[in-house]
């Protein structure tokens, strides 16, 4: 079973920044796709961020375009999403997903709480 762990996350004022990371415990094709979802308080889960291992393609939510960043590290098997400029609107548990293509994800964390206050 692939393992998916994330790190990072926690509390801060809007305009301010945070990291998020994800280890898996895999680096085969099935995990060839890793991204980052979240879900606001009282709403469903949103893509925000994804990243293939193979092509290096990346993908961004209009909201996280021009704010976020998203890396990857293939040879450590993680993804690091970089937040700068958060508004409280980005406030939600974040999720790290992995799948073998963006449009499938089949293994996920548990999920970071990320708190943007005004």
């Known amino acids: 079973q692939v393992r998916v762990v994330e790190s990072g996350g926690g509390s801060v004022q809007a305009g301010g920044s945070l990291r998020l990371s994800c280890t898996t415990s895999?680096?085969?094709?099935?995990?060839?796709?890793m991204g980052w979802f979240r879900r606001p308080p009282g709403k469903e889960r949103e893509f925000v961020s994804s990243?293939?291992?193979?092509?290096?393609?990346?993908y961004y939510s209009d909201s996280a375009k021009g704010r976020f960043t998203i890396s990857r590290d293939n040879d450590k098997n993680t993804l690091t999403l970089q937040m700068n400029n958060l508004t409280p609107e980005d406030t939600a548990v974040y999720y790290c997903?992995?799948?073998?293509?963006?449009?499938?994800?089949?293994?996920w964390g548990q999920g970071i709480q990320v708190t943007v206050s005004s």
């Open positions: 997903g992995a799948g073998p293509h963006t449009g499938r994800y089949d293994y």
């Open positions: 895999d680096n085969t094709p099935r995990t060839n796709a």
């Open positions: 990243k293939e291992r193979y092509g290096g393609n990346e």
